[in-house]
């Protein structure tokens, strides 16, 4: 069953902007939560999804059944080849018509060292979490002439910590991107990047993991989802925020306390 909250559905109501939002990898963990978070403020969702169709499948339909008067669209697409990621904003606006707002919030997280990132390794990263939003973002903005993007890097782009060192990188130049599209596409584009910390455990793991990395940060707990929706609806509430990057993670930016 769904999980109903209702937030503020803010200004894009008020400026009859498109409500319909295409978000990266929605099928599932954070991807779902935001859209269900935006289904209950009215939004149509476009679900891109790539290995997880059954469960996309299944998501839709769940979506469709409670909210019948909302459209709900699957895109499967892998982000790792070029050709279906330049087709993506096309194939959505020919079934949904316009787009307000696109999350890139698919990514692809791995663990390895520099020393241990072979070129293969290392380009998979790069084409998920940064080559495919960097080819949405200049698409939108080239597609439309308004509308907002929010792109999901981590809270790891402030340290130099090489256990997950092509990730990191990739988020790193991610965040390097919104604050340069911000800057060009601005005013009628806004961008912005949100930095979630302890959010939900790996799939392989249970609470008390996040529970025990938690002992480290300021706030000594993990922040869970509501933060990111929060950050969010202050994101797409707030029409004179661009380039900036909102942090979700308790204080982890701002080193451990250990």
């Not at 308004?146 to 991610?174: C, E, H, M, P």
Request: proline fraction near 4%; aromatic fraction near 10%; include cysteine.
């Amino acid at each position: 069953m769904i999980f109903l909250k209702i937030w503020p559905s803010g200004l894009f109501e008020k400026n009859n902007m498109a409500k319909t939002v295409l978000i990266t990898g929605a099928a599932k963990r954070i991807g779902k939560v935001i859209a269900i978070h935006l289904a209950n403020q009215g939004w149509n969702i476009a679900i891109h999804f790539n290995t997880s169709a059954e469960e996309a499948s299944l998501f839709r339909d769940e979506l469709i059944q409670t909210f019948p008067d909302q459209q709900f669209e699957l895109f499967r697409a892998d982000l790792n080849r070029t050709e279906e990621v330049e087709e993506l904003l096309s194939r959505v606006i020919q079934s949904m018509g316009n787009i307000g707002l696109l999350i890139n919030n698919a990514s692809v997280f791995e663990p390895g060292s520099l020393g241990k990132s072979s070129t293969d390794f290392f380009d998979r990263q790069m084409n998920v979490n940064f080559r495919a939003p960097f080819i949405l973002t200049r698409n939108f903005a080239q597609t439309f002439k308004s509308g907002v993007i929010v792109n999901f890097v981590d809270t790891r782009i402030v340290t130099n910590q090489s256990s997950f060192a092509a990730y990191s990188l990739t988020k790193k130049a991610l965040w390097e991107l919104t604050k340069m599209a911000a800057l060009e596409f601005g005013p009628e584009i806004r961008i912005n990047a949100i930095a979630p910390g302890l959010t939900l455990p790996p799939e392989e793991k249970g609470k008390e993991y996040l529970w025990e990395l938690a002992a480290n940060i300021a706030m000594k707990r993990p922040g869970g989802l509501e933060p990111i929706l929060k950050s969010l609806d202050f994101i797409l509430n707030n029409d004179y925020l661009t380039g900036q990057l909102l942090f979700c993670d308790g204080g982890e930016n701002l080193g451990s306390t250990n």
